[in-house]
């Protein structure tokens, strides 16, 4: 792991989260075809951690293949995120997504060497549910440009609506956050639905004993 300066080595205790790799080489100069990781560490775990921090880390991934193995390059590119806990590439903008602090969906963009972050509310909606599987409750976070309200709904594999009362716990700003409690639900594979005006996104979602 590089770090400025320093050298150190994974450890259980850091949690690798957000896996994404740039398959088609869309990211400019040393970003193009790399893999990407979110790493996070809980605040006991912080010394423990090569970096000696609370972790939320995005990493940067150089896989070199070696004989039937590979080994990895890893750079920490951009620190500071609160509890991060998904990631994806959009074409050569990558959103993540904290649990903690206030929820946001934040934009990374590479630009030629740096990455950079900045708040960022997206064009479409887009919805995220944790933890993922789940057997409580489960937190659903909805992003959206347009000023409507979100409206959650929760369906089974045979496409039957199911009774899931939720209750939102934040709204600012095009950002929504809700919390179901599954408890009571028997285990499967369910769609959570979150509809903004006529916009529609879909997350599935799986519910364990």
């Known amino acids: 792991i590089r770090d400025g300066g320093g050298v150190g080595t994974f450890t259980p205790h850091r949690s690798p989260l957000g896996l994404v790799f740039d398959t088609e080489s869309v990211l400019p100069g040393a970003f ?5 990781v979110l ?6 775990d912080r010394l423990l951690s090569p970096f000696g921090d609370e972790g939320g880390d995005l990493l940067q991934l150089d896989l070199q293949q070696s004989g039937d193995n590979y080994e990895a390059v890893v750079e920490r590119i951009v620190r500071g995120f609160s509890n991060p806990i998904d990631a994806v590439l959009v074409g ?9 602090g206030s929820r946001r969906i934040l934009e990374i963009s590479f630009g030629q060497g ?27 976070f909805v992003a959206s440009s347009k000023s409507a ?3 959650i709904e929760v369906f089974d594999v045979m496409g039957r609506r199911i009774p899931a009362p939720v209750r939102r716990v934040t709204n600012a700003d ?12 028997a285990a499967g594979i369910f769609v959570v639905r979150a509809t903004v005006g006529n916009t529609v996104a879909t997350r599935r979602l799986v519910i364990v004993d």
């Open 174 to 185: 095009g950002y929504s956050t809700f919390v179901w409690n599954a408890s009571q639900t």
């Open 149 to 151: 309200a979100a409206r």
């Open 39 to 44: 790493s996070w560490t809980s605040p006991s």
């Open 92 to 100: 050569d903008v990558m959103y993540v997504l904290e649990f903690g």
């Open 114 to 140: 740096t990455a950079v972050e900045r708040p960022q509310r997206p064009e479409a909606v887009q919805v995220d549910v944790f933890p993922n599987p789940s057997s409580g409750d489960v937190s659903i």
């Open 32 to 36: 193009a075809g790399k893999g990407f």
